[in-house]
Structures are given as C-alpha cells and as structure tokens.
Nanobody, 124 residues
Framework: QVQLVESGGGLVQAGGSLRLSCAASGRTFSVYAMGWFRQAPGKEREFVAAMSMIGGRLYYADSVKGRFTISRDNAKLTVYLQMNTLKPEDTAVYYC?????????????????WGQGTQVTVSS
C-alpha cells in the first residue's frame, strides 16, 4: 500500500500564490509519476499537472501553463505544486495522485493511489 499526504492549501486573494506538497510513503519502490488533479464544486475532477519521477518529464493542463510549476524531491518521494497568479476559477479541492506503471499520466483512471485532497480557495 501507498499513502499520500497533501498539505499547503488555503485561502488566497486573486493574483496570489500557494505551494502544495504531497509526500508518498509505504510501498513506493516502483513509481512512474506523481501528479495533481482538482475538482471544483459541481464539476468533474480534472488534470492539472504531473511529473515522472525518473527523467522529470513534465505534463501541464493548458489552463495552468505558465502559472503553475510542478517539481519533485525523489529522496523524499515528494512532489510540489507551486501555484502563482491564482484566479478564482482555480478554486477547487486539489488531489495528489501516484501512478505506478501507466504512462498516461493525464487520465484519472490511470492513477493507482490518491491523497485525501486539500482545499484551495481563491477570492476575487
């Protein structure tokens, strides 16, 4: 089993920044990638960003390109999501996920484990 623990959510004004963290523990000896999804009220969960743990390949949703940056610390098996120039439409619960083998890191169904989610609220 793998456990994912997210932190760093909160309330911020539009234009502000937040940094999310996601730490993985447990049976983590074979991980292809970790990523972030978000779910706003009344909407489906959507892909935000992902990063392969070997090679550091990056994946971003068009809606966050140029504003969000995903990074990793392999020694800690932790990924970070630096969110800048936040907009009210970024308000959502942000979920960290982990992919063991699949290379399709933009699809929710390919993820093997999920964190509990952290709320991000951007006020206008």
């Amino acid at each position: 089993q793998v456990q994912l623990v997210e932190s760093g959510g909160g309330l911020v004004q539009a234009g502000g920044s937040l940094r999310l963290s996601c730490a993985a523990s447990g049976r983590t000896f074979s991980v292809y990638a970790m990523g972030w999804f978000r779910q706003a009220p009344g909407k489906e969960r959507e892909f935000v960003a992902a990063m392969s743990m070997i090679g550091g390949r990056l994946y971003y949703a068009d809606s966050v390109k140029g504003r969000f940056t995903i990074s990793r610390d392999n020694a800690k098996l932790t990924v970070y999501l630096q969110m800048n120039t936040l907009k009210p439409e970024d308000t959502a619960v942000y979920y960290c996920g982990l992919v063991l083998r699949s290379r399709v890191v933009t699809a929710e169904r390919e993820y093997d484990y999920w964190g509990q989610g952290t709320q991000v609220t951007v006020s206008s």
